[in-house]
Nanobody
Framework: QVQLIESGGGLVQAGGSLRLSCEAS????????KGWFRQAPGKEREFVAA????????SYSDSVKGRFTISRDNVRNTVDLEMNRLNLEDTAVYYC???????????????????WGQGAQVSVSS
């Protein structure tokens, strides 16, 4: 199975930046659209960003568009999330996920993702 491991979480002041990285391994681990989701305390998990297999297509939630950038390196088999101008609403556990192989289009629906990382805590302080 595909294994996803997030890294780079931590505590950041509002207005600051943080970069998350997701390392993937396993059979055909590069052949998936990959995305980032987050879950704040007491809230449902929500879509953050996704990137196609080629890296040419990306999608962002309205709340992070213009502030976050998703990228991937299919040689290193990593997916990164550069987070800029962080605010208190960005505090959450961030999850890396790989989309189901049968779905070609980029999806913001967590039900369309088959593999998940363990999560990385991002805390933004005022």
């Amino acid at each position: 199975q595909v294994q996803l491991i997030e890294s780079g979480g931590g505590l950041v002041q509002a207005g600051g930046s943080l970069r998350l990285s997701c390392e993937a391994s396993g059979r055909a681990s590069t052949a998936f659209t990959k995305g980032w989701f987050r879950q704040a305390p007491g809230k449902e998990r929500e879509f953050v960003a996704a990137i196609s297999v080629s890296g040419l297509l990306t999608s962002y939630s309205d709340s992070v568009k213009g502030r976050f950038t998703i990228s991937r390196d299919n040689v290193r088999n990593t997916v990164d999330l550069e987070m800029n101008r962080l605010n208190l609403e960005d505090t959450a556990v961030y999850y890396c996920a790989a989309q189901k192989a049968t779905i070609r289009a980029i999806s913001a629906n967590e039900d369309d993702y088959a593999y998940w990382g363990q999560g990385a805590q991002v805390s933004v302080s005022s």
